[in-house]
Structure formats: structure tokens, C-alpha cells
């Protein structure tokens, strides 16, 4: 079973910043915070991990606490284009990907 | 380039029939994951190659279900005796390392609906 929690859905304006959050509150010192979306009728799509730091990429901002129990993925300037299921999963270095319900992000003009 | 691709795209079976889907990972890729996601729900993993080794099958929901991956590139997924709850997306990933969760490629699934 996953075992993030995510809520099941959020609105985001057209132009405005999206932050999604995610409880991990039982991540172990070597788990990873992965972040997957999936557009509708497509397959998910990979948008970031991180281990204790911040990160950044061309997609998205992770922020993960220092407790590393909370993390909150930010899509700076969201579009029309960014409304999908986000997903949050803990995971080692190796190994599947545990899903769960993620959030579905609405993204309106 | 190309992306991981996936045949058919819809299946449609009888109850009792048997199907085989297919999946092309990216050229060049060692990883390959199978994952099955029924709607409303997100997609649960069903199995893991390295190259032509299956080093993980412990999703696979029960014996009618098979996968293989000979030479370490294209896998088909083979269900025998289809039966209604296996009606869902199967979605196939790939990576060019070994088995890491993060930057998996996915296909488009392949829609199975058993009747």
C-alpha cells in the first residue's frame, strides 16, 4: 500500500503557482520523495525526486522539510496543460513504484 | 525520440480468452516494469526485468498471468483465461538504468476490457 497521503483534489488558477503537498511521516533515512503526474488517458509521467534537499528542475520545485515527514511539489506558473493526477511516493533507490490515489490538480482559466 | 510504445492500444476480450500485450521499451533501456491500473485508481506493479532477467513478478495478481522479455528489449504481457477483474490499463515503463524508481518512462497502456 502507498504510504503517502495526498488530498484528492486541488484548483489552481491559469498563471499562478500550484503547491501540492504530501505527508510522508514514516519515510526511513534512505527513501527518496518521487513525484510522478498522469494526464488524462496517458501513461504517468516522472517530474522530480529528492532525498533531504530542495530541488529544482525545467518542471517543478520540490520542498521537503527538514523533518522530512512533509514535502510540497510547486509548478511555478501552472497552465491549462498541467491539470492531471499528481503522485507523491516514498521509495528506496531500487525498485517499483508504490502508487496511490495522488491529487487531481484542475488548473482554470 | 521514440517513446515507449505499447500494442494494442484496446483490447477487447471474452471471458475465457486469452491476450497478449506488448510493449517497446526505449531503445537501449535495461529496466522494464509492468503496471496495472484499474480506473480511479493508480497503477500498481505487477513486475520487473532487468535486461532478460525477471528479477521481481511478486505483483502479478495469479498464474494466468506471464511476461517475458527474451532478448532484453521488446516484453509481452500474456493473461490466459481472461476474467472480468482483470479488465484495466497495463501500462509498461522503462529506464535506462537498473530498476530505479525515478525517471521511468511510461507507454500509453493498453486498455484491456474483458466481457
Known amino acids: 500500500d502507498a504510504k503517502t497521503t495526498q488530498p484528492t483534489s486541488m484548483d489552481c488558477a491559469e498563471g499562478r503557482a500550484a503547491n501540492l503537498p504530501c505527508n510522508h511521516s514514516?519515510?526511513?533515512?534512505?527513501?527518496?520523495v518521487y513525484w510522478y503526474r498522469q494526464i488524462h488517458s496517458q501513461g504517468p509521467q516522472y517530474i522530480i525526486h529528492g532525498l533531504k534537499n530542495n530541488e529544482t528542475n525545467e518542471m517543478a520545485s520540490l520542498i521537503i522539510t527538514e523533518d522530512r515527514k512533509s514535502s510540497t511539489l510547486i509548478l511555478p506558473h501552472a497552465t491549462l496543460r498541467d491539470t492531471a493526477v499528481y503522485y507523491c511516493i516514498e521509495g528506496g533507490s531500487q525498485g517499483n513504484l508504490i502508487f496511490g490515489k495522488g491529487t487531481k490538480l484542475s488548473v482554470k482559466p | 525520440g521514440a517513446g515507449v510504445s505499447q500494442s494494442p492500444r484496446y483490447k477487447v476480450a471474452k471471458r475465457g480468452q486469452d491476450v497478449a500485450l506488448r510493449c517497446d521499451p526505449i531503445s537501449g533501456h535495461v529496466s522494464l516494469f509492468w503496471y496495472q491500473q484499474a480506473l480511479g485508481q493508480g497503477p500498481e506493479f505487477l513486475t520487473y526485468f532487468q535486461n532478460e532477467a525477471q528479477l521481481d513478478k511478486s505483483g502479478l495478481p495469479s498464474d494466468r498471468f506471464f511476461a517475458e522479455r527474451p532478448e532484453g528489449s521488446v516484453s509481452t504481457l500474456k493473461i490466459q483465461r481472461t476474467q472480468q477483474e482483470d479488465s484495466a490499463v497495463y501500462l509498461c515503463?522503462?529506464?535506462?538504468?537498473?530498476?530505479?524508481?525515478?525517471?521511468?518512462?511510461f507507454g500509453p497502456g493498453t486498455r484491456l476490457t474483458v466481457t
Open positions: 514514516t519515510i526511513s533515512g534512505n527513501e527518496y
Open positions: 515503463a522503462s529506464t535506462p538504468r537498473a530498476g530505479t524508481p525515478y525517471e521511468q518512462y
